[in-house]
């Protein structure tokens, strides 16, 4: 749904094809509207990118804004991230995509001016915060465990695994920008 009265909601599927909607009502509502989420997970949190409508003395106008949730339902700390100021988006910006490469995140979007859209991008240098530790129980015999992560180029993680509370393993692991 488009317009003044837009809201975000939820489904889900265990296959791609079939969706199931979850809850009765919209999992983020800001009036006048808002549609078009990128929802990102760090592993602890949510961020939201969103196009959000707003009014001015010129008429409705579209911005990009981002909310925080602890669980992906209940959203907070709304906050705006980019309004239209350059001629070619005229007032509206619409479609926020995030994407990392080279040490950077990317904010790509489309910007209007008139009939014509065009695609613009605004970037942050990337900040990296240690995760802490992970634990898992795993049976005897001829069970493997696979680590798959992602480091940047450059960065190093040190990994080691404790058996029985003894330290049977250390490895430092090297980024080289692949997973």
Known sequence: VQGPVAAIGIAESRDGLRWRKRGKKAVFANLPGVIAPDILFNGQNYTMFFTQLYLTDRGPRTKISRAESQDGFNWTNV?????????????KLMRPHLAYFEYRVYLY????????????????????AAQGSWRSTMRRGGEMLRIKYELPEGTTR??????NGTTVGVKDLVGDGKT
């Open 158 to 163: 040190k990994v080691g695994l404790v058996a």
């Open 79 to 91: 906050r705006d991230v980019l309004k239209p100021e350059r001629r070619w988006e005229k007032r």
């Open 109 to 128: 979007y489309c910007g209007a001016r008139g009939g014509r859209w065009s695609i613009g991008a605004a970037y942050a240098n990337a900040q990296f």
